[in-house]
C-alpha cells in the first residue's frame, strides 16, 4: 500500500476510546493515581470557592472593618490551599506520566526485540523508533498534563454550573442555552481533527524511517552521487507532513475560535442583564460579580476542553500505535510449554523436507523439498549460485522463519517444540554483513558471551586474526569502534565478528560468507582459525568463494531452492555439472 493510501486508512480508525490502552500501565500505580486526583479535587474545590470570597467583599465592603479584614484573611487561606494543592498535584501528575511513559517504552521495546525478521518485512525500523519516542511524548503530555488539565477544567465545569445556579437561576438558565451552540461544533470539527491527527502521526513515522534508511547507508548514498534525489524525497515527505499538521491547526484554531466567541457572547448577553437585574434591586452587586466570575470560569473550563479535546485525540492516536506494536502477531513463536534442547548439546542437524517461502515473495519458493543432515562434529559447505537457498538454511537453523512444510531438527527435536533462547545458546553466527555496534572492540567481542574475562576476549581475537590491528587502535580493545564500526574496514569487521562467534563456543557454527572481505594473508589466518574452532563442532558454511570449503567434510550444491548434488570437492569437480562449472570460473584447471 502506498504512504497515502495507508495514512488514509489508518486515519480513521483512530477512536478516543484506544486510551483505553494505558489502563494497564496505569494499574500499578493507583496509589500514585489516587493523590494525584485527591490534590486535583482540592485545588478545583479552593478554585470553586474564592468566587464566595470575593461575594463577601463586595458586598461587604460598607461593614465593620475587622469583618472585611476576615473576608481577605479567609481569601488568603484559600489560595494558599490552592498553591499547595497545585504544587501536589503537579509533582504526583508529572511522575506518574514520566514513570507511565517509561513503562510502555520498555515494554514495546521489549515486544518489538522479540519479533523474528518477517515483522520488519512490513515496518521500517525508523517507524518502529518513532512510535518508542514520538507517540510515547504525546502520551507522556496527556498523562502528565492533558488529563490532568481536563480532569480540573471538568470538575470547574460541573461545580461553576451547579454554583450558578445557586447564584441565580434566571442566568443560569440562558447561560445553559448557549452550551448546544459550544457543543455542536466540538463535535462536527473533532471529527475531523480525529482523523488529520492520526495522519499526521503516520507522515511523522514516515519521515522518521525515510531519515533512518538514508543515514543508515550514507556511504552509498553518497557514492551514488543520490544526496540531490535523496534530500527531495524526505523533503517530499516532511512536507506533507507539514501539510497534514497544518490543516490539523487550521480546523483546531477554527473550532477554538468559535467556541470561544460564542462563549464569550453569551456571557457579555447574560452580564446585560444581570446589570439590569442589579439596577432593579433583583440580586446584590457581590452576586453579579460573583456569578461573573463563575460564569468565566464556566468558559474558560469550555474552552480548555475543547482545546484538550484535540490533545486527546493525538494522544489517542498514538496509544492506538503503540498497542498495535504491543499486539502485534507474530508468525514465529515460543510454544506454550518448551521442550529443553538434550544436555550436552551434540550439535546435529536435520532438514525434512523442507519448503519455505518468504513472507515478502509467497509465490517464490526459496526451499523446494529440501533435506540435509549434518551429523555431529562435520562441517558442510553450501555452495550455488546467488538466490539458490544457502542464506535460507542459517535462517530456518536460527529460527527466525518457520517452514510452510517439512522440519528443521536440532538433536531430534523439532525447533517449532523449543523455546528460541534455549537452542540459539548452542548456536553461533557470523553474518555474511558483520554488526558492529556502538561500543568498544572489547564489548563487541564480548557480545558472543557477556560473561566471558579479559583474557578469554583477547584469546578469541586472536584466534580470529584480530588481536594485532585491536592492539594497534588508540586504547587497544578498548577503543570505541563507532557506530556500525565506523573505525573499521570491512574486514576488520569480520574478524570482529568471527571473535565474537569463537568466544559464544557453541556446539553449531554458522558461517555465511564469513571470509568474503578478508584479504588472502588474513583468510588463511581465520581460515586456520575455523579449522581448529571446528573439531568437535557442527559447522555450516555459506561460501561463493570455493577455495574456503576445499576442506570440508562435505559440500552441498543449491539450485533455485534445491540441493542438486553434494560430495567432496573432488568428487563433485570430477563428477561435472553445477559445482565443476563454478569451479572452473574461480581455478585454474591446475588448481581444479
Do not use: C
Not at 558492529?436 to 572489547?442: D, E, L, W
Not at 559447522?539 to 540441493?563: M, N, P, S, Y
Amino acid at each position: 500500500m502506498a504512504r497515502d493510501d495507508k495514512a488514509e486508512a489508518r486515519a480513521g480508525s483512530k477512536q478516543v476510546g484506544a486510551l483505553r490502552g494505558l489502563a494497564p500501565f496505569l494499574i500499578p500505580y493507583r496509589g500514585m493515581t489516587l493523590l494525584a486526583l485527591a490534590a486535583l479535587v482540592i485545588t478545583a474545590g479552593m478554585s470553586l470557592l474564592l468566587p464566595l470570597a470575593v461575594r463577601r467583599v463586595v458586598d461587604g465592603f460598607n461593614e465593620d472593618v475587622a469583618l472585611l479584614d476576615q473576608y481577605f484573611a479567609a481569601a488568603l487561606a484559600i489560595a494558599a490551599l490552592l498553591a499547595i494543592g497545585t504544587g501536589v498535584r503537579y509533582y504526583f501528575v508529572t511522575k506518574l506520566g514520566e514513570r507511565v511513559v517509561a513503562d510502555i517504552r520498555r515494554a514495546v521495546f521489549d515486544r518489538v526485540m522479540g519479533m523474528s525478521p518477517a515483522f520488519f518485512e512490513k515496518l521500517m525500523t525508523g517507524e518502529v523508533v518513532s512510535r518508542i519516542t514520538t507517540d510515547t511524548t504525546l502520551i507522556l503530555s496527556l498523562i502528565g498534563s492533558s488529563v490532568s488539565v481536563a480532569l480540573r477544567n471538568l470538575l470547574m465545569l460541573l461545580g461553576g454550573l451547579i454554583l450558578l445556579s445557586l447564584t441565580s437561576p434566571k442566568l443560569t438558565g440562558l447561560v445553559l442555552l448557549i452550551v448546544p451552540a459550544v457543543v455542536v461544533p466540538i463535535i462536527v470539527l473533532g471529527r475531523r481533527l480525529r482523523g488529520l491527527s492520526r495522519e499526521s502521526q503516520d507522515w511523522i513515522a514516515n519521515s522518521s524511517g525515510a531519515a533512518s534508511e538514508a543515514l543508515g547507508s550514507v556511504q552509498t548514498v553518497q557514492a551514488f552521487t543520490h544526496e540531490g534525489l535523496t534530500r527531495a524525497q524526505f523533503a517530499e515527505v516532511t512536507e506533507k507532513s507539514f501539510r497534514v499538521a497544518q490543516t490539523r491547526t487550521k480546523v483546531r484554531a477554527v473550532m477554538t475560535m468559535i467556541v470561544i466567541f460564542l462563549v464569550f457572547t453569551g456571557i457579555v448577553g447574560v452580564l446585560w442583564i444581570g446589570a439590569r437585574d442589579v439596577r432593579a434591586g433583583a440580586m446584590t452587586p457581590g452576586e453579579l460579580v460573583q456569578f461573573v466570575i463563575y460564569a468565566v470560569m464556566v468558559a474558560g473550563s469550555v474552552g480548555a476542553l475543547s482545546e484538550i479535546w484535540g490533545e486527546l485525540q493525538r494522544a489517542a492516536g498514538a496509544t492506538e500505535r503503540l498497542v498495535e506494536l504491543l499486539n502485534a502477531e507474530d508468525t514465529v513463536r515460543d510454544p506454550v510449554q518448551p521442550k529443553a534442547l538434550p544436555r550436552p548439546v551434540r550439535g546435529e542437524v536435520v532438514f525434512q523436507d523442507v519448503t519455505f517461502r518468504y513472507p515478502a515473495r509467497p509465490e517464490v519458493s526459496a526451499l523446494n523439498g529440501v533435506s540435509l543432515r549434518v551429523s555431529p562434529g562435520e562441517t558442510v559447505a553450501l555452495v550455488g549460485p546467488s538466490g539458490a537457498g544457502k542464506t535460507t538454511i542459517l535462517q530456518l537453523l536460527m529460527r527466525f522463519y518457520d517452514p510452510q512444510a517439512g522440519a528443521v531438527r536440532l538433536d531430534g527435536v523439532d525447533l517449532r517444540d523449543m523455546g528460541r533462547a534455549d537452542f540459539r545458546r548452542a548456536i553461533a553466527l557470523v553474518p555474511q554483513d558483520p554488526v558492529i555496534f556502538a561500543a568498544s572492540a572489547r564489548e563487541n567481542i564480548r557480545f558472543g558471551r557477556p560473561d566471558a574475562t579479559d583474557a578469554e576476549v583477547e584469546a578469541a581475537a586472536r584466534a580470529a586474526a584480530a588481536h594485532d590491528f585491536l592492539t594497534a587502535l588508540p586504547q587497544g580493545h578498548d577503543t570505541w569502534l563507532g557506530e556500525r564500526g565506523v573505525m573499521l574496514s570491512g574486514g576488520q569487521k569480520q574478524r570482529v565478528a568471527i571473535a565474537r562467534a569463537i568466544l559464544r563456543d557453541a556446539r553449531v557454527l554458522l558461517l555465511d560468507e564469513a571470509t568474503s572481505a578478508l584479504d588472502a594473508e588474513s583468510e588463511r589466518a581465520v581460515q586456520a582459525a575455523v579449522e581448529g574452532l571446528s573439531a568437535g563442532r557442527s559447522v555450516l558454511v555459506v561460501a561463493h568463494r570455493l577455495a574456503t570449503v576445499k576442506r570440508a567434510d562435505r559440500i552441498v550444491v543449491f539450485d533455485q531452492g534445491r540441493i542438486v548434488a553434494e560430495g567432496t570437492h573432488e568428487a563433485l569437480v570430477a563428477e561435472g555439472g553445477l559445482y565443476a562449472r563454478l569451479a572452473r570460473l574461480q581455478f585454474t584447471d591446475g588448481q581444479a
